[in-house]
């Protein structure tokens, strides 16, 4: 990943942050979008201190906005000159509640941010790709892409159709050497999977994880490093023919069909 130039939308926390490490440490040139700045610069010191000499370029911006997003990409290019690789991963999960009684202006925030977000993503930065005649995107979606998940069903759209994007832009331009992919995690522990324990219990959230973790086949969560080093693959030179793929990351959990 040395001089490759990527960009991680959702860089401040979680996920995007620990991708953010792991590319630092590989000599890879980061553009960190997030919404949150404060936590940004915070991302920014941590990140300096796995990488002194790291070239990173920040950006505060909502990817719902489109304009926002077109910003994103333009100064990433007026910065790096190019763009190889693309962490498609801002995301929320809204409220948990069931189908009929969700409350709708939060149904649409899922949608502003998960679906159109990654939407408004891969169409500024497909385009710089196709120029390069070279690109890879990695779309965040979540095991709720590829299966229901009860009481959460504005995040479980938003995530299916991440997928079906990630197959479209795999479809069309694979022949512009754009190989897009989407990454399906499990129970990962991060800001947002502590908060979700905090909805399902919200008296002893320590709990609510600790009875979750059994459920798995490895009898425990996953945690960020455990994705950054897929998504790393991903979006590296070494991936050269895997695209339009969703790829669980999730200790084998998506597989369970009853209680086993
Ligand atoms: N953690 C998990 O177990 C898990 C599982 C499946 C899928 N995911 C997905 O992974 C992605 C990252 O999740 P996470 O667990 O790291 O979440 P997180 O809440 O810990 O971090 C998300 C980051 O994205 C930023 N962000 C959120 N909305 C934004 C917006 N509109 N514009 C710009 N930045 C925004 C937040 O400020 C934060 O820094 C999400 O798409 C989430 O749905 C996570």
Redesign the pocket.
């Known amino acids: 990943m040395k001089n490759k130039v990527i960009i991680i ?10 991708t953010a490490e792991y590319l630092a440490a590989k000599g890879a040139k980061l553009s960190l ?4 700045g404060e ?2 610069q915070d ?1 920014v010191k941590k990140l300096k201190d796995i990488n002194a000499d790291v070239e990173l370029l920040t950006i505060e ?5 489109e304009e ?1 997003v077109k910003n994103y990409v333009e100064k990433t290019v007026e910065t790096f000159g190019r763009i190889d690789g693309f962490y498609n ?5 809204g409220k948990q509640a069931p189908m009929t009684e969700y409350d709708l202006a939060v149904f649409k925030k899922v949608i ?3 679906l159109m ?1 990654v939407y408004y993503g891969m169409r500024y930065v497909i385009p710089v790709m196709q120029k390069q005649q070279y690109g890879k995107i990695v779309n ?6 590829i299966r229901g998940v009860q009481n959460q069903t504005a ?1 479980v759209a938003s ?1 299916h159709a ?1 997928s079906g994007m990630t197959k479209n832009a795999g479809l069309e331009y694979g022949q512009d050497g754009i190989l897009t992919n989407a ?14 324990f905090k909805q399902v219990n919200p008296d002893d959230p320590k709990a609510a994880e600790t009875e979750y973790a059994k459920r798995n086949p490895t009898r425990r ?2 945690v ?1 490093k455990e ?1 950054a080093t897929v998504v790393s693959f991903l979006l590296s030179e070494e991936n050269g023919y895997v695209s339009g793929q969703t790829i669980a990351i999730d200790g084998g959990e998506s597989n369970i069909y009853g209680n086993s």
């Open positions: 939308t959702g860089a401040a926390m979680g996920l995007g942050l620990a979008v997030d919404y949150n936590a940004l991302a911006a909502d990817v719902s906005n926002a991963n801002a995301g929320i999960e502003d941010i998960n977000g965040v979606a979540s095991v709720g892409g995040y995530k991440v990454i399906a995690p499990g129970a990962i522990l991060t800001p947002m999977v502590e908060e979700a969560l996953g960020p994705v």
